[in-house]
Structures are given as structure tokens and as C-alpha cells.
């Protein structure tokens, strides 16, 4: 059997052959096994990263955001308390509630790839290829969660801003400069390798299942991407 035959195969074969794989996905999508293992890989690497971040490290970020937000006015210990207590126990759930996030984002994202191709592209890709196609060309993500986890397992502490930018160091919010602003630190993050490894699958990927020109394909794809950057920005500047 070949690699991209099977839906274990698939998972590999998106990252060595993508167009090979892509041919067969478009003849028989499959994406269980695909969504299992990001969701698994995604939510392991989340919750050993929430148990190490450093509790000083957080105090202080909520001690400058409720001092910025109170005009300068530095917050009582009993406030700052109940304020690092409360976001202890929401990163704790949050934490766990991400696959469902996660799983949340995929649909969606499917969606929209599906319905620019049926409709820009006049393509007849039907949607469960496009959720098939979505979660394969996330696979370089599989790859940054495993290089991550031994990462995490030697660290006894993780810094917020650290979590925040990347344990692998993959994008270029790590030589954003001292007092950088949070547009332009979520700007500096949207350009990650594996981002952009993801990107060319996902060009690769629809162009090959939804019959389409490299060129719409790329267009509709980098569109997307660019909209998804720009509210990141937005949300950046207005709570980072």
C-alpha cells in the first residue's frame, strides 16, 4: 500500500509527497485520525505548558495590565490576589477547553476554504474534502507540538511572554523590539515557519482537490490568511 493510501500514511505523506497525497485525499477524503492527533498533540503540549508557567511572571503581567487599566494607579495585594486567582483557575479550564476551540476553528476554516473554491473557483469540492484537506495541510503543527514537548518537559519554569512567542523560537516576534506593542508583536508572530509551511500545503492541497489554478489558489488561500493576521493584529493592539 501506498503512503498516502491510508489515513496513518496520510499524516506523513502531506509533509513528503503533499501532492501524491492530496490526489488521494481529493478521491477519498478521510480526516479522523488527522483531527485525533492534533487535538491530542495540541492539548498535551498545552496543559504541560499551563502547569509550568512561572505564578511571579504572571502576577506581574496582571499587576501592569490592572495598573494600566487604573490609570497608573497600582492595584491593593488583596486585588492582586483575586486577580491571580481568577486567572489561574480560568488558564486551568481554558487550557483544557482548547480542542473544542480548536476543533471550532477547523470547521470553520473548512468552511471557508469550501465555500471560496464553490463559488470564486466555480470548483465542485465538496466539504468534507476540504476539512480533509485543511487538517492534513496543518500537519507541519503536528511537527512543531512534538519538537515541543521535550521543551516544555526540561523546563521547571515557562515565562508568559515566552508562551506567548513560541518555545521553538519559529517566528520573528522573539527579535520584536523592548516595548513593542501588542499589534506589532501579533504581526512579527503571524510570520512563523510553520505558518508559513502550512501555507503552501494549503495552496498545494486545495489547488490539487478543488481542480483549481495555482494561481486562485493562492489567492484565495493568502486571502484568507491575511484576513486571520489582521484581526490577530487588531486584538493585539486593543488588549496586548
Same mark, same amino acid.
Given at each position: 500500500m501506498? $503512503?498516502?493510501?491510508?489515513?496513518?500514511g496520510r499524516l506523513i505523506g502531506a509533509l513528503v509527497s503533499?501532492?501524491?497525497?492530496?490526489?488521494?485525499?481529493?478521491?477519498?477524503?478521510?480526516?479522523?485520525?488527522?483531527?485525533?492527533?492534533?487535538?491530542?498533540?495540541g492539548t498535551v503540549t498545552g496543559v504541560l505548558a499551563n502547569k509550568r508557567i512561572d505564578p511571579n511572571?504572571?502576577?506581574?503581567?496582571?499587576?501592569?495590565?490592572?495598573?494600566?487599566?487604573?490609570?497608573?494607579?497600582?492595584?491593593?495585594?488583596?486585588?492582586?490576589?483575586?486577580?491571580?486567582?481568577?486567572?489561574?483557575?480560568?488558564g486551568s479550564i481554558v487550557v483544557w477547553l482548547a480542542p473544542i476551540f480548536s476543533v471550532a476553528a477547523y470547521l470553520i476554516m473548512a468552511l471557508l476554504f469550501w465555500a471560496a473554491f464553490r463559488f470564486v473557483a466555480a470548483s465542485s469540492l465538496t466539504y468534507k474534502t476540504s476539512f480533509s484537506v485543511l487538517l492534513h495541510a496543518f500537519m507541519p503543527w503536528l511537527i512543531a507540538g512534538l519538537i515541543?514537548?521535550?521543551?516544555?518537559? =526540561?523546563?521547571?519554569?515557562?515565562?508568559?511572554?515566552?508562551?506567548?512567542?513560541g518555545l521553538l523560537a519559529s517566528n520573528l516576534s522573539a527579535f520584536a523590539p523592548e516595548g513593542a506593542g501588542g499589534a506589532l508583536k501579533a504581526l512579527l508572530?503571524? $510570520?512563523?515557519?510553520? =505558518?508559513?509551511?502550512?501555507i503552501v500545503l494549503l495552496i498545494l492541497g486545495y489547488r490539487t482537490a478543488a481542480k483549481a489554478s495555482t494561481a486562485s489558489s493562492a489567492t484565495i488561500i493568502l486571502v484568507v490568511w491575511l484576513l486571520y493576521v489582521g484581526i490577530k493584529v487588531g486584538l493585539g493592539a486593543a488588549f496586548g
Open positions: 501506498a $503512503l498516502e493510501d491510508s489515513s496513518a503533499p501532492v501524491k497525497t492530496f490526489r488521494s485525499i481529493a478521491e477519498r477524503p478521510t480526516w479522523g485520525l488527522a483531527l485525533l492527533v492534533l487535538m491530542l498533540v511572571d504572571m502576577r506581574q503581567m496582571i499587576e501592569q495590565r490592572m495598573e494600566k487599566q487604573g490609570g497608573g494607579q497600582k492595584p491593593s495585594a488583596a486585588q492582586l490576589d483575586q486577580a491571580a486567582g481568577m486567572a489561574q483557575k480560568w515541543t514537548l521535550p521543551v516544555i518537559l =526540561s523546563r521547571e519554569h515557562i515565562g508568559i511572554q515566552e508562551a506567548q512567542q508572530g503571524s $510570520l512563523d515557519f510553520f =505558518s508559513l509551511w502550512t
